[in-house]
């Protein structure tokens, strides 16, 4: 007969691929806050989180249809949602007395200049402390601002019908894309100097 090792099981969230157990140990050892960050389909998620023997406990949640409130009539998951959601999170975290955490992205890893560094820079601006590499991380400021956006609008203004197609939601809500970094500022405007969420 031969001898066959057992079979590991993994726990049950890593299984579902809900929790990276060595990431989340790494993370916890900081002894700081985390910084959780999901994206979905339709929006971005962003928490601070206290480790609890008990099960973790929510400090501050913002996720970005909180932009709708505050004028953001686009995309609730491209780069200037994730910078403004960023910064969402950050004057609210500091204004309930939070200064400084670290990031978790649990089972995403970020590329360089990606949305979820958009959100860290947005986080950063806002006056929260996290940890991170060189500023080369984080995209650009036309990417940022959705100046990207507006450009490929403007090339595509001449062609009705491929301008119709490509922006059919920003058309539907009444939002022109033409006019994205106007909104984008308005909005980081009213985040910064708002009030409380």
């Not at 609008?153 to 059919?168: I, N, P, V």
């Not at 106007?182 to 409380?196: D, L, M, P, R, Y």
């Amino acid at each position: 007969m031969v001898n066959k090792k057992p079979k590991r099981v993994l726990y049950r969230r890593r299984r579902e691929q809900r929790t990276n157990y060595n990431k989340r140990l790494t993370l916890l050892l900081s002894r700081k806050l985390r910084l959780v960050l999901r994206f979905t389909n339709r929006k971005i998620i962003a928490q601070l989180i206290e480790f609890n023997t008990a099960g973790d406990l929510v400090k501050v949640g913002v996720n970005s249809t909180a932009l709708l409130k505050l004028g953001w009539n686009y995309s609730l998951k491209n780069f200037p949602a994730a910078y403004l959601t960023g910064t969402l999170l950050g004057k609210t975290a500091l204004q309930e007395g939070y200064k400084e955490a670290v990031l978790d992205t649990g089972f995403l890893a970020p590329l360089r200049r990606s949305k979820v560094y958009a959100f860290l820079k947005g986080a950063t601006d806002a006056g929260l402390k996290i940890p991170f590499g060189d500023k080369e991380i984080f995209p650009e400021e036309k990417r940022i601002t959705g100046q990207h956006i507006v450009d490929y609008a403007h090339a595509l203004k001449g062609k009705k019908d491929m301008h119709e197609q490509r922006f059919t939601q920003y058309l539907k809500s009444g939002s022109q894309p033409e006019e994205m970094t106007k909104a984008f500022e308005q909005t980081k405007k009213k985040i910064i100097g708002g009030s409380k969420q």
